[in-house]
């Protein structure tokens, strides 16, 4: 008897998780509704069927609360020692991802119609513009040199900005060359005042155009003896 009520148990579990899992998908599909641009102004026959199907699962037929019942009468009908705190808690967690869907189904039904209401706005609204426009020609002109100022002006904005940027770094630049020229005079006036570093650095230059010249002589040598010796 223990056996079997395992197996029953195992089996009622498996159908109420992939009916769970079946409900995740559906939620998935029917939430992606709420984001079509434009939302069209009556629910379209995908999404009637999407909310059809949710219905069924946990407000119609309520498969999901007829497998959480039989689980309940089946942990019910165990002795207290073949019982677990373990089967108690899937049990539970089964109801509260019940609850969960159903909640769900709640909130993404809201999301989808105050989608669709906002849209339905708008093109109300877009649709008296464009009556009033329509029947009046001046006004619609008048609109539209606006619509085209507040364009420029925008671009004329941006312009702006762009060349106060540029001026900027100009500006930057400018400092900074200052700068190094400002530390390049303060070296050459150190270097001035102490005795014998003008004569110091006149030497290492003298010996760097002597080792220049030691080693362009070298090389000429070597071209020389190569060039000889084919």
């Known amino acids: 008897m223990s056996s079997s009520t395992g197996t029953g148990w195992a089996q009622l579990r498996q159908q109420a998780r992939a009916l769970e899992a079946q409900t995740d998908t559906i939620f998935h599909t029917y939430s992606q509704f709420a984001s079509l641009t434009p939302t069209p102004p009556k629910p379209t026959e995908d999404e009637q069927r999407v909310d059809a199907q949710l219905v069924d699962i946990l407000e119609k037929a309520r498969p999901r609360e007829a497998l959480t019942s039989q689980l309940s009468r089946l942990l019910d ?35 989808v119609s105050d989608a669709r209401a906002r849209s339905n706005l708008l093109s109300t609204v877009r649709s008296d513009i464009d009556a009033y426009r329509s029947s009046n020609p001046e006004a619609a002109e008048a609109s539209y040199m606006l619509d085209e100022r507040a364009r420029l002006d925008s671009s004329h904005g941006m312009a702006d900005r762009v060349l106060a940027q540029a001026y900027a770094v100009n500006e930057s630049f400018g400092v900074q060359r ?44 070597c071209v020389l003896m190569v060039l000889f010796f084919r």
């Open 178 to 221: 200052e700068t190094l020229a400002s530390i390049n005079r303060r070296v050459v006036g150190a270097a001035a005042q102490v005795p014998g570093i003008n004569s110091l650095i006149g030497r290492i230059s003298a010996k760097k155009r002597r080792d220049g010249i030691i080693l362009g002589g070298f090389i000429a040598f």
């Open 77 to 111: 009908s165990e002795s207290a020692l073949t019982s677990s705190a373990l089967k108690q808690n899937n049990l539970s967690r089964h109801r509260e991802i019940l609850a969960d869907h159903r909640r769900e189904l709640a909130r993404i039904r809201s999301t």
